[in-house]
């Protein structure tokens, strides 16, 4: 089975960052699972898993919107000025809670590929993964 290079995590609340590695690790649908706890961090890890000697590029971002530093908004309108080459092909989801009426304007200019309702749940993995990587294999050991 095909997997994803890197999935990265960025949420600044550690229960659902463990609950999510446990899920997609248990799915096994990448090769490598980063976490980080605000947009700040996130931008960096990005920056540095995506260079061109580097082939841990993410290739899905999930991305909660309220988070301390820098949240999942500011993160995209930071991410959208990085150079192509470190910006790629990468998928970037929002998991959130909700998303009020005033962020979901916001977001819609912004390079993001949909937005998914918290809990993260195998089945909207399996989902997601359909809808953007149309070449992944969807037969998962519990999928």
Not at 26 to 46: F, I, K, M, S, Y
Not at 71 to 93: D, S, T
Not at 98 to 118: C, E, W
Request: charged share 15%; glycine share 4%; net charge negative.
């Amino acid at each position: 089975m095909s997997k994803l290079s890197t999935i990265l995590l960025v949420d600044d609340d550690t229960t659902t960052n463990f609950l999510n590695k446990l899920l997609l690790t248990r799915l096994a649908v990448a090769e490598q699972l980063v976490v980080a706890l605000n947009g700040r961090e996130a931008l960096a890890t990005v920056q540095q898993l995506c260079t061109a000697s580097d082939t841990g590029c993410p290739a899905l971002i999930l991305l909660d919107v309220n988070m301390p530093v820098m949240n999942g908004i500011e993160f995209l309108e930071a991410y959208q000025h990085l150079p192509l080459a470190q910006r790629g092909a990468i998928i970037i989801v929002l998991l959130t809670t909700s998303v009020s009426p005033r962020d979901l304007t916001r977001v819609q200019t912004l390079p993001i590929a949909g937005t998914v309702p918290k809990p993260l749940t195998a089945e909207k993995i399996q989902l997601l993964l359909q809808q953007h990587f149309p070449s992944f294999s969807a037969d998962s050991p519990d999928g």
